[in-house]
T-cell receptor, first 113, second 112 residues
Framework: DVKVTQSSRYLVKRTGEKVFLECVQD?????MFWYRQDPGLGLRLIYF???????EKGDIPEGYSVSREKKERFSLILESASTNQTSMYLC????????????FGQGTRLTVV | GNSVTQMEGPVTLSEEAFLTINCTYT??????LFWYVQYPGEGLQLLLK?????DKGSNKGFEATYRKETTSFHLEKGSVQVSDSAVYFC???????????FGTGTRLQVTL
């Protein structure tokens, strides 16, 4: 069974903390994505990676960075968490080529207090 | 850049009603088009897809046709059920890097 696994379902962090969200896929996919999902705003792309050590900014990269040291793992980093980063974070992976489906993790609900 | 525009929700229908959720897109090149569904408390999963113009994707009674001339990929179902209540996302993948772009999602509520 194909799988995208996010390290935590729920996280509570304090303002100013450095936060790491981890995502691992077991499908040998080249592409991995981080989105945040907010009511009324849908899924907004934060960053995506199309190969190891390769990354590209999405629509809302401010306040975030990413790391892809291994093909199966894509980490989202909040350098200094703020309350406006309270959200649901979704990781996805996709085999490059465009005509296959993306697979999603279950999401991490992050609350910054 | 690429973008996907979906009709605003929520959409509220009675069971057995006909459903249409509009989706239009802007993209360079020839994107592949997808509908994803998110049931309450669950992650996103693929509902259907179409990879070239005039293709029709279908699954679970839902259908969508890739219309290049109108840059649209509207989702339809002839008779909705309460179990179809969910959020539906239109999406596209394009480019050599296969970037995945979503619309804002449309919440569907089906009542008895």
């Amino acid at each position: 069974d194909v799988k995208v696994t996010q390290s935590s379902r729920y996280l509570v962090k304090r303002t100013g903390e450095k936060v790491f969200l981890e995502c691992v896929q077991d499908m040998d996919h080249e592409n991995m994505f981080w989105y945040r999902q907010d009511p009324g705003l849908g899924l907004r792309l934060i960053y995506f990676s199309y190969d190891v050590k390769m990354k590209e900014k999405g629509d809302i990269p401010e306040g975030y960075s990413v790391s892809r040291e291994k093909k199966e793992r894509f980490s989202l980093i909040l350098e200094s968490a703020s309350t406006n980063q309270t959200s649901m974070y979704l990781c996805a992976s996709l085999k490059r080529g465009g005509n296959t489906e993306a697979f999603f993790g279950q999401g991490t609900r992050l609350t910054v207090v | 850049g690429n973008s996907v525009t979906q009709m605003e929700g929520p959409v509220t229908l009675s069971e057995e009603a006909f459903l249409t959720i509009n989706c239009t897109y802007t993209a360079t090149g020839y994107p592949s088009l997808f509908w994803y569904v998110q049931y309450p408390g669950e992650g996103l999963q693929l509902l259907l897809k179409a990879t070239k113009a005039d293709d029709k994707g279908s699954n679970k009674g839902f259908e969508a046709t890739y219309r290049k001339e109108t840059t649209s990929f509207h989702l339809e179902k002839g008779s909705v059920q309460v179990s179809d209540s969910a959020v539906y996302f239109c999406a596209l993948v394009t480019g050599t890097a296969s970037k995945l772009t979503f619309g804002t999602g449309t919440r569907l509520q089906v009542t008895l």
